[in-house]
């Protein structure tokens, strides 16, 4: 029944839009075809519930509701209020917090809110008081003058992009790099790990405002605990940007010290990686941050999506189901997999090893860059990105890695078994790729050769796996 009705439901969708722009609704199935028939290993990709999937297309998305449930700037928002109420109150029973704003469209935007929440909490209000005013408009020019360039002059500590940071953690050519005086922390040279002696070292030194905990391609577990205390030893607040692995939290995989939400402030995510939900995102405040990160708008947002609020609700439920805990333990549980794998057909990990959802593949003892191996892999079917390891000799374009990741084929029923296979299929393409030469003959970062017969015999082979595990099994599209 359910099938039938999801099947239907998408085949008509797909006939409106095709009434209109045709080429819309054909890139539409294609994509499903595509998504359907490849080896998905971006760690920051999954595959949305239909549910959740539905949820986005509605009226809802027609709304504007610049403002905080109850409070908005425009009427007739009492729908809205419902479905942000929901989200929020599901963000907070999961994540155990204190308070959830789940207005934020993207993950950026809520590393945004989070650090203009932190600048207006510690610098601004403060400023405020002394100048013996409520709000900036209460202020002369020349004392704006003066807030405004305390503001902008703030200290920030995040983990440096090659050690598997994000860009918005400091990175210079990012805003939070411009805006903030920025140090970065980075991994032990030797064993690829958090060194958290080296961090409070570093923090004691700069004495930042604010210490970002968080990654996007560190292949292991971080302790908050250690964190914030590193933080309140140096008067910062400690802000955790679990984008990548808010999964393992909501599933109860990382746990103590491990589970970001009770040692932060401030924690911000996504939705819509490993957590499987709308693409979007949310922040989480403890009671001393929440009437500051409550005024994301108009701090620096505009009108919420609501239909994406509606959506991360129903995320939100899903993740709430015993059956995400299952999930998520199976998520690290493949990549145990796929990372022995790797180590038992000999090729080189960064830190030898995964315990989150992510293994970073250094492939230079194949002789090949990042880019050539991430090209070569997709020659044969299998969906991966090149990723900087520490130190890398080939910069962040062309990289010495590739970052794999097991939420989405998890999502799909792959286990231990399917991902020992897909070790092996990348040991196979990657050792019968070789690295090619420009025009001029000289040695080349980018091309490669693939050896003949090599992508045909992985894409058979992964399509073996791919029909078993279908995607979406039961949504067929007339
Ligand atoms: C993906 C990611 C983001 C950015 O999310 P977007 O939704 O792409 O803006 C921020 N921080 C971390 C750690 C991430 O992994």
């Given at each position: 029944m359910t099938d039938a009705l999801i099947s239907s439901a998408y085949s008509?969708?797909?006939e409106v839009i095709a009434s209109v722009e045709p080429r819309i609704a054909e890139a539409t199935r294609q994509e499903l075809a595509d998504q359907r028939g490849s080896l998905k290993l971006i760690a920051s990709e999954n595959y949305a519930s239909p549910a959740v999937l539905l949820t986005m297309g509605t009226w809802f998305s027609d709304k504007y509701a610049e403002g905080t449930v109850g409070h908005r700037f425009y009427a007739g928002c009492q729908n809205v209020d419902t479905v942000e109420t929901i989200a929020a109150e599901h963000a907070r029973e999961l994540f155990g917090a204190d308070y959830a704003y789940v207005q934020p469209h993207s993950g950026i935007d809520a590393n945004l809110v989070a650090y203009?929440?932190?600048l207006a909490h510690r610098v601004e209000s403060p400023a405020l008081e002394k100048l013996g005013a409520k709000n900036v408009n209460e202020l002369t020019d020349a004392d704006w003058e003066k807030v405004r360039h305390e503001l902008g002059n703030q200290r920030l500590l995040g983990m440096s992009l090659d050690?598997?940071?994000h860009l918005t953690h400091g990175f210079r050519p990012n805003i939070s790099g411009k805006m903030f005086h920025q140090q970065q922390y980075g991994t032990d040279p030797e064993t690829g790990l958090l060194d958290y002696d080296k961090?409070?070292?570093?923090?004691?030194?700069f004495k930042p405002l604010i210490l970002v905990a968080g990654y996007s391609a560190y292949p292991r577990r971080v302790n908050f605990a250690k964190m914030r205390e590193i933080a309140d030893e140096v008067g910062a607040t400690l802000m955790v940007d679990m984008a990548h692995f808010a999964g393992l939290v909501a599933g109860k995989v990382f746990t103590g010290d491990e589970d970001p939400v009770p040692h932060a402030q401030i924690t911000t995510t996504t939705t819509h990686k490993s957590l499987r939900g709308p693409r979007g995102g949310m922040v989480l405040a403890n009671e001393e941050f929440a009437p500051s990160v409550d005024r994301g708008c108009p701090m620096v947002l505009g009108g919420p999506l609501s239909h994406m609020m509606a959506a991360k609700a129903v995320a939100l439920?899903?993740?709430?189901?015993?059956s995400f805990q299952t999930y998520a333990q199976q998520t690290a549980d493949n990549a145990k997999s796929l990372a022995e794998g790797f180590l038992t057909r000999g090729a080189d990990l960064v830190t030898g090893g995964t315990d989150n959802h992510i293994v970073l593949l250094d492939v230079s003892s194949f002789g090949l860059t990042g880019r050539q191996a991430e090209?070569?892999?997709?020659?044969?079917?299998?969906?991966?990105?090149?990723?900087?390891?520490p130190s890398d000799p080939n910069g962040a374009w062309y990289t010495s890695g590739i970052r794999l990741g097991t939420p989405a084929l998890t999502t799909r029923g792959f286990g231990?078994?399917?991902?020992?296979?897909?070790?092996d299929l990348i040991v196979q393409v990657l050792s019968n790729t070789e690295p090619g030469t420009n025009k001029a003959g000289a040695p080349s970062k980018a091309t490669y050769a693939l050896a003949e017969g090599v992508a045909d015999k992985a894409k058979d082979a992964a399509a073996e796996m791919l029909d078993k595990h279908p995607l979406y099994p039961g949504l067929e599209l007339t």
């Open positions: 008509q969708a797909l203009w929440s932190i050690a598997g940071g961090v409070a070292a570093k923090a004691r030194e439920a899903e993740a709430r189901q015993p090209s070569a892999l997709l020659d044969a079917g299998i969906v991966t990105n090149r990723n900087s390891v231990h078994d399917e991902f020992d296979n897909v070790a």
